[in-house]
């Protein structure tokens, strides 16, 4: 008897006996790395090339008038949702500006996430080379200055050149600049 009453309060006091921590943990941030856009492997609009449409040739059936930006947008913050703002031929700074587009790029649970970006062919005036911005962040801190992000660094932005012609204007008078 006396062996099973030395058993119990042994095990009495080994489960009660415990680590009561008090001091507060502090875990560091989760870093927020910046985005990165590059072309899709078979963008029709490569971003290291000068993009040719003529707005009178014939679509194929179904096609909307549009360029289409065929991008991958590489960001180690899996669940981060991005934004993103589109200029169309901005003046340089300090003139103010207006995106032509902008959203919300969802998370995709990946290091990569495709995404396409249509301008549409009515914004675009032929015999002129078009100068198209896309800005990335994971989030814009106002539209007094459109491009700033809340985090300094956390944004990526890429050029296409997109020179437009018509049957009326068949030639590019104002060059890519």
């Known amino acids: 008897m006396l062996l099973f009453a030395s058993c119990a309060s042994v095990g009495l006091s080994a489960s009660s006996s415990g680590c009561i921590a008090t001091d507060r943990i ?3 941030p989760t870093e927020n790395f910046p985005p990165s856009i590059i072309s899709q492997p078979e963008a029709e609009f490569p971003l290291n090339e000068i993009g040719q449409v003529n707005l009178d040739d014939p679509l194929p059936p179904g096609q909307a008038a549009e360029i289409l930006l065929q991008t991958i947008i590489r960001d180690p913050n899996f669940d981060q949702t991005l934004q993103y703002r589109i200029f169309l031929d901005s003046p340089p700074p300090p003139a103010s500006e207006i995106p032509i587009l902008s959203g919300d790029i969802d998370p995709s649970g990946f290091l ?9 062919y009515e914004a675009l005036a032929p015999g002129i080379c078009h100068k198209i911005e896309l800005v990335v962040v994971g989030q814009f801190a106002s539209f007094v200055e459109p491009r700033r992000p809340v985090d300094l660094g956390d944004i990526d932005q890429v050029t296409w050149w997109v020179e437009v012609t018509d049957d009326d204007n068949p030639e590019i008078t104002q060059g890519c600049r």
């Open 112 to 120: 990569e996430r495709d995404r396409e970006f249509a301008v549409s």
């Open 26 to 28: 502090q875990f560091e």
